[in-house]
């Protein structure tokens, strides 16, 4: 069974940082590309980030770039989100998915990242 | 990279049909057959339903279709039933590398 177990979301500050990861298991991880999708409470899906099978591409939407990084670890079968100079805006549950631009065709439970003062 | 745009609410009997647009450009759904559509029920995680317009993942049922005409790509659900009332997002492969979503439709079987 194909699990995606998103962790490390939080409280934090305007301008903090923090580091998401998801934990998947139950299908080949280091053969599929893997993407980082969030959701605004009340708001629809807004993609974040996008990254190839062996890490050589990565794509961000533009209001993240240069302060998001998508990384992965096939030995670990894990993906990263780190997020740094956060804003309120970046307030949201943010979920990982198995796969990119065709079909997110799995997608975790999410974990929720709030920045408030 | 603005939102695709969908319709904020339809509604049908149980029985009937709805059919859902999400409109793009030249640069997004006129251009690539990457075309998605996503089942969300409140609290809970997308579910993939359709993919490349029209493809169904196994498991979706065969009541939910997909179709694109230009700009526009459609979800069309025949045989409405209470458990399909949900939002449903659509989303599309652009040309500058990106996924978008569209704003969301919120399904309500009357």
């Known amino acids: 069974e194909v699990q995606l177990v998103e962790s490390g979301g939080g409280l934090v500050q305007p301008g903090g940082s923090l580091r998401l990861s998801c934990a998947a298991s139950?299908?080949?991880?280091?053969?599929?590309?893997t993407s980082w999708v969030r959701q605004a409470p009340g708001r629809g899906l807004e993609w974040v980030a996008t990254?190839?099978?062996?890490?050589?591409?990565?794509y961000y939407v533009d209001s993240v770039k240069g302060r998001f990084t998508i990384s992965r670890d096939n030995a670990k079968n894990s993906l990263y989100l780190q997020m740094n100079s956060l804003r309120a805006e970046d307030t949201a549950v943010y979920y990982c998915?198995?796969?990119?631009?065709?079909?997110?065709?799995?997608w975790g439970q999410g974990t929720l990242v709030t920045v408030s003062s | 990279q603005s939102a695709l745009t969908q319709p904020p609410s339809v509604s049908g009997s149980p029985g009937q049909s709805v059919t859902i647009s999400c409109t793009g450009t030249s640069r997004d759904v006129g251009s690539y057959n990457r075309v998605s559509w996503y089942q969300q029920p409140p609290g809970t995680a997308p579910k993939l339903m359709i993919y490349e317009v029209s493809n169904r993942p196994s498991g979706v049922p065969d009541r939910f279709s997909g179709s694109k005409s230009g700009n526009t790509a459609s979800l069309t659900i025949s045989g409405l039933q209470a458990e399909d009332e949900a939002d449903y997002y659509c989303?599309?492969?652009?040309?500058?590398?990106?996924?978008?979503f569209g704003g969301g439709t919120k399904l309500t079987v009357l």
């Open positions: 990254i190839k099978q062996d890490g050589s591409e990565k």
């Open positions: 139950g299908f080949t991880f280091s053969s599929y590309w």
């Open positions: 989303s599309s492969y652009t040309s500058s590398s990106t996924l978008v």
């Open positions: 998915g198995r796969g990119s631009f065709v079909k997110i065709d799995y």
